[in-house]
């Protein structure tokens, strides 16, 4: 089973289009330490020839042209792609399917209430039904995606709702805490091949690009894990505050920080993952910055920081 990663970057990218902080800055002027992000999504295959998309970011286009792996291949017209699967319905989540409506043949995995939200936008109805599956997934039920064709890809997926929030915009004050947030809103995926080959492990590869906290239970399912791939927006809570570029807390946004004593640091340090990266990364984080203090702490605690072309093997 292969991975890669398309984007690493939180929502806006790195550098943000808007944003002047010292790394965005950094980052414009071509400084090799802040490497540039694209914004967060992920590709997985069972045999290197068929994709499952996981996230569609709005920068899609730009990273389709970015991976040779990803490219049209043996027809006129085609992409390796053969399905995408969207964890929520957060803009630099669901945007880049628009830029998949060219008469693509795929399926879209999501659950109900990602699928209502789709739905209730007209934009994405450019996703012609004729070529575009929208095939629902339950929480807690592992199963097999397949292609527009009904081609299993050889993976087996599971998804399940983790501490989080409802995207911004579909937030309702009036709903009380959380916003009106369900479980489904935030949702973290199992991924393993179908075929057992992933290195002698059966629980595959978590990827959990937003996630609020580290409650009991997923502590010990993240146990052991031959790899993670984690939410890595902030590295503080108060970041965005701090930094003049906000107004919110990691935790009001639905994410977990990495440093602190309720950090995810702290949180994994007892876990034994084999490898832990950290995906989904905000322009102001900065362990971004490869000279940054922050990223020498996060490394020595067994941390890589994940950037766009990342490949990874199980």
Known sequence: MKILVLGSAAGGGFPQWNCA??????????????????????????????WLLLNASPDLGAQLLANPQLHPKGSLRGNPIAAALLTNADID??????????????????????????????????????????????????????????????????AFAVPGKVALYLEDASAGPGFGSVAEDTVALRIRPTDGSNGGSNDGFFYIPGCAGMPGWLADRLHGAPLVLFDGTTWTDDEMIRSGTGVKTAARMG????????????????????????????????????????????????????????????
């Open 21 to 50: 902080c010292e790394g965005c800055r950094r980052a414009r002027s071509g400084d090799p330490a802040a490497t540039p992000r694209t914004q967060s999504s992920l590709a997985v295959t069972a045999d290197g020839e068929r």
């Open 255 to 314: 994410h977990m920080p990495m440093s602190g004593p309720s950090g995810s640091m702290a949180a994994f340090a007892p876990l034994n993952v084999a490898r832990k990266i950290y995906i989904h990364i905000n322009n102001t984080n900065p362990a971004l910055l490869e000279d940054s203090p922050e990223r020498a702490e996060a490394e020595a605690a067994g941390w890589r920081i994940a950037h766009d072309g990342l490949e990874l093997t199980l």
């Open 93 to 158: 989540h669901v945007a880049g399917l628009l830029t998949l409506r060219e008469s693509h043949p795929f399926a879209v995995y999501a659950t109900p209430r990602v699928h209502g939200v789709l739905a209730a936008n007209s934009v994405f109805n450019v996703l012609n039904p004729e070529f575009v599956a929208r095939r629902p997934m339950a929480l807690g039920e592992p199963f097999q995606p397949a292609g527009a064709d009904g081609r299993p890809l050889g993976l087996e997926v599971e």
